[in-house]
T-cell receptor, first 117, second 109 residues
Framework: DTGVSQDPRHKITKRGQNVTFRCDPI?????LYWYRQTLGQGPEFLTY????????KSRLLSDRFSAERPKGSFSTLEIQRTEQGDSAMYLC???????????????FGAGSRLTVL | QKEVEQNSGPLSVPEGAIASLNCTYS??????FFWYRQYSGKSPELIMS????GDKEDGRFTAQLNKASQYVSLLIRDSQPSDSATYLC?????????FGQGTRLTINP
């Protein structure tokens, strides 16, 4: 297993188009997270899955955003009717429950950079 | 008030000196604390995790946690130019990891 994989690495699209990102987590990890990061800011939480269940969604995740993890393995993040403000790096991370007090260590993928023209 | 706050920097430190990075958090029930390093254009990578009050050392890195003051810090000894990066403080809430905005660190040769 080579870590968390994300595809595509870069996506340029026109405003109003739909885009979909895919994340393949580390195989033994049951938790998967999506974050968004803009220049000069830290990653902002978007949503989180434990196995196939989506357990938490941020207020940042408007109705144009949808995420799925249908079989508890890979996940997709779709953005409909993209806007220029959606331009960002979309980071996927995975973890397994380990350590003290339910502490989890997140391993990040390389990210998918979205540019909306 | 942001959940996790860091000075955005930039912080400039001469090579060989100690770099000190600070972070405060607002949720008193937080139990797990992390420092990630992020090179420009790359994704965050874990440097240190700390769960108990006090110091935790790993090579040139020392994480310090003070839950009463809601304060976490990272010390980098014998700073090297390769340590130049953005350092992200992260605090675990109920389920998710909340990040600060990051501190950009530059080590000057």
């Amino acid at each position: 297993d080579t870590g968390v994989s994300q595809d595509p690495r870069h996506k340029i699209t026109k405003r109003g188009q739909n885009v979909t990102f895919r994340c393949d987590p580390i195989s033994e990890h049951n938790r998967l997270y999506w974050y968004r990061q803009t220049l000069g800011q830290g990653p902002e939480f978007l949503t989180y899955f434990q196995n196939e269940a989506q357990l938490e969604k941020s207020r940042l995740l408007s109705d144009r955003f949808s995420a799925e993890r249908p079989k508890g393995s890979f996940s997709t993040l779709e953005i409909q009717r993209t806007e220029q403000g959606d331009s960002a790096m979309y980071l996927c991370a995975s973890s397994s429950q380990q350590g003290r007090a339910g502490a989890n260590v997140l391993t990040f993928g390389a990210g998918s950079r979205l540019t909306v023209l | 008030q942001k959940e996790v706050e860091q000075n955005s920097g930039p912080l400039s430190v001469p090579e060989g000196a100690i770099a000190s990075l600070n972070c405060t958090y607002s949720d008193r029930v937080s139990q797990s604390f992390f420092w990630y390093r992020q090179y420009s254009g790359k994704s965050p990578e874990l440097i240190m995790s700390i769960y108990s009050n006090g110091d935790k050392e790993d090579g040139r890195f020392t994480a310090q946690l003070n839950k009463a003051s809601q304060y976490v810090s990272l010390l980098i000894r014998d700073s090297q130019p390769s340590d130049s990066a953005t350092y992200l403080c992260a605090v675990r809430g109920a389920q998710k990891l909340v990040f600060g905005q990051g501190t950009r660190l530059t080590i000057n040769p």
